[in-house]
């Protein structure tokens, strides 16, 4: 999270911003979710920057207004809470304390999401309708890929990494329904990206 100031006004709304639980998952804080990005004053203004967790989130509205009326209630009158989709969420953005309550609260944490070291894209040069070959200056361009770790995904109920996916989708779309085979529960898994 970036606050622009060593203000204490700062530090008290960034605190506030951070201790909302999640609308979807209320055993975890925006904090732990690492939504909250960024807290400003602007104008003489606190504004709180949230990026949500994928851009068709349900609950985005529903954090916004969160953040928004606790900071009304403890005192940040004018306070304003803005959207922003870059860079993008990650599920690298969930703190240790946040992967432990997803854990006991019966939710398979998210393994890491990792970056390849580069893919290389090479692009074909094209003929024009002049009969010349297109300039392709740039005929290589380096692009890091995100990756999700291929690690088992292991029973928040009892731990054995023996599980198996039931649906690709569960209670929302950032979860799938997994079960597993030691002690036969489902449980949901919060899918890395």
Same mark, same amino acid.
């Given at each position: 999270m970036v606050i622009s100031e060593a203000d204490?006004?700062?530090?008290?709304?960034?605190?506030?911003?951070?201790?909302?639980?999640? !609308?979807?998952?209320?055993?975890?804080?925006?904090?732990?979710?690492?939504?909250?990005?960024?807290?400003?004053?602007?104008?003489g203004r606190i504004v709180v920057t949230i990026t949500p967790t994928y851009t068709g989130c349900p609950a985005t509205e529903v954090?916004?207004?969160?953040?928004?009326?606790?900071?009304?209630?403890?005192?940040?009158?004018?306070?304003?809470?803005?959207?922003?989709?870059?860079? !993008?969420?990650?599920?690298?953005?969930?703190?240790?304390?946040?992967?432990?309550?997803?854990?006991?609260?019966g939710i398979a944490p998210p393994g890491r999401a990792g970056m390849l070291p580069e893919a290389v894209m090479r692009f074909v040069p094209r003929k024009r309708s002049d009969g010349e070959v297109s300039d392709l200056t740039a005929a290589r361009q380096r692009i890091p890929l995100r990756v999700a770790q291929k690690a088992p995904i292991a029973c928040p109920n009892c731990g054995?990494?023996?599980?198996?996916?039931?649906?690709?989708?569960?209670?929302?779309?950032?979860?799938?329904?997994?079960?597993?085979?030691?002690?036969r529960e489902p449980f949901d898994y919060f899918k890395p990206y």
């Open positions: 204490p006004l700062l530090a008290q709304a960034a605190a506030l911003a951070a201790s909302v639980p999640d !609308p979807e998952i209320p055993v975890i804080t925006l904090g732990d979710l690492g939504i909250v990005r960024a807290v400003r004053r602007e104008a954090i916004a207004a969160d953040v928004r009326q606790i900071l009304v209630e403890n005192g940040f009158a004018d306070a304003q809470v803005r959207l922003t989709l870059s860079p !993008p969420w990650t599920t690298d953005w969930i703190s240790e304390t946040g992967r432990e309550r997803l854990r006991a609260y054995s990494i023996e599980t198996e996916q039931l649906s690709e989708y569960g209670s929302t779309p950032c979860k799938a329904i997994h079960r597993c085979l030691a002690c």
